[in-house]
């Protein structure tokens, strides 16, 4: 079971680690944590135009989480909230099955299609969406 989520482009995206690291004075952070397994991700973001101009993320957290957290380092940048909240809806739909949407623009989605199949591995997938989306969320407040 186990070996089936461990493939190699998902421990690819999660060994980049794009966009880990830390923002100082960011504009939002957000924390979120998965007490089914112990997973914690930080993510902290500056806007510009109510797009995302700068994004880190910290996480202690398994390879699922991590390689989604790499993805939204990857391709967040210039994304506004509502672009976020439907990316995050295209891959919880696919995690329950639905035939991935097109997603030329997050092409790596495709990769989380075998955490399908392990219903307690989803919050793992979209827990750095879910803590993206409130930080963006936070940031709207303050404007």
């Known amino acids: 079971m186990i070996d089936e989520l461990y493939q190699k482009n998902l421990l690819r995206l999660a060994a980049n680690a794009t966009g880990d690291g830390t923002l100082e004075s960011p504009d939002a ?3 979120l944590d998965n007490p089914t397994c112990g997973d914690r991700i930080t993510i902290q973001i500056r806007l510009k135009d109510n797009e995302i101009s700068e994004l880190n993320h910290q996480n202690r957290s398994c390879m699922l989480c991590q390689a989604s ?3 939204i380092g990857k391709y967040a940048i210039g994304k506004r909230l509502e672009d976020i909240l439907e990316t995050r809806q295209i891959l919880q ?3 329950h099955g639905t035939s991935l949407q097109d997603t030329s623009e997050w092409q790596e989605l495709e990769y989380f299609d075998v955490v399908s199949l392990h219903k307690s591995r989803h919050h793992c997938v979209l827990l750095p969406f879910d803590a993206l989306i409130r930080a963006l969320e936070a940031a709207k ?3």
């Open 93 to 95: 739909s696919m995690l």
């Open 141 to 143: 407040k303050k404007v």
């Open 69 to 71: 957290a790499s993805l």
């Open 29 to 31: 952070e957000e924390t």
